[in-house]
T-cell receptor, first 113, second 116 residues
Framework: AQSVTQLGSHVSVSEGALVLLRCNYS??????LFWYVQYPNQGLQLLLK??????LVKGINGFEAEFKKSETSFHLTKPSAHMSDAAEYFC???????????FGKGTRLSVIA | DARVTQTPRDKVTEMGQEVTMRCQPI?????VFWYRQTMMQGLELLAY????????DSGMPKDRFSAEMPDATLATLKIQPSEPRDSAVYFC??????????????FGQGTRLTVV
């Protein structure tokens, strides 16, 4: 069975600082990996996804993530945090078959001015 | 602007009442998911459909929950009777179901259900 672990339910960074949100997965097959963002009272919006090919994936709003098979990780980063980045971030995994996304518990990102 | 539409956005109901939540998936998407979000459990998959056929509803309490797709443009999630523990945000999501896209899901804005 696939699962996702997000280390840290709450991360706080200063505006302009590096954002690093951690995600580790378990999957019996090469996975498809996703990061979603949720703003208050909104649905989830796709930030970026890894399917195949290049392991460094760039997404919207300056975010990127790197798939590291040896570490079973897919950490999300952004060089410089903006106040507008404050939100809940979810990592998700789907095997290459026909199974829906399995989500992590989420990490709440706070950005301090 | 293609989007998943959910109604109602908010619902407050009394315990024991029937609740119906509706979802209009993105036109052309053949896969529909229902997720429930709570503080304790996070996002849980309740059920999903492909080409209107239920593929997995193992996440739903069978005695009170039911999910259907009367047609390709409408998915419904019904709770009867509702209980306070059903209070949560219910999300519908749709996807194209294309092989190789790993079930990327496009989410609606959710229905916030409060059962008192």
């Amino acid at each position: 069975a696939q699962s996702v672990t997000q280390l840290g339910s709450h991360v706080s960074v200063s505006e302009g600082a590096l954002v690093l949100l951690r995600c580790n997965y378990s999957s019996s097959v090469p996975p498809y990996l996703f990061w979603y963002v949720q703003y208050p009272n909104q649905g989830l919006q796709l930030l970026l996804k890894y399917t195949t090919g290049a392991t460094l994936v760039k997404g919207i709003n300056g975010f990127e993530a790197e798939f590291k098979k040896s570490e079973t990780s897919f950490h999300l980063t952004k060089p410089s945090a903006h106040m507008s980045d404050a939100a809940e971030y979810f990592c998700a995994v789907s095997p290459s078959g026909n199974t829906p996304l399995v989500f992590g518990k989420g990490t709440r990102l706070s950005v301090i001015a | 602007d293609a989007r998943v539409t959910q109604t109602p956005r908010d619902k407050v109901t009394e315990m024991g009442q029937e609740v119906t939540m509706r979802c209009q998936p993105i036109l052309g998407h053949n896969t529909v998911f229902w997720y429930r979000q709570t503080m304790m459990q996070g996002l849980e998959l309740l059920a999903y459909f492909r080409n209107r056929a239920p593929l997995d509803d193992s996440g739903m309490p069978k005695d009170r929950f039911s999910a259907e797709m009367p047609d390709a443009t409408l998915a419904t999630l019904k709770i009867q009777p509702s209980e306070p523990r059903d209070s949560a945000v219910y999300f519908c999501a749709s996807g194209s179901g294309q092989v190789g896209v790993g079930h990327e899901a496009f989410f609606g804005q959710g229905t916030r259900l409060t059962v008192v």
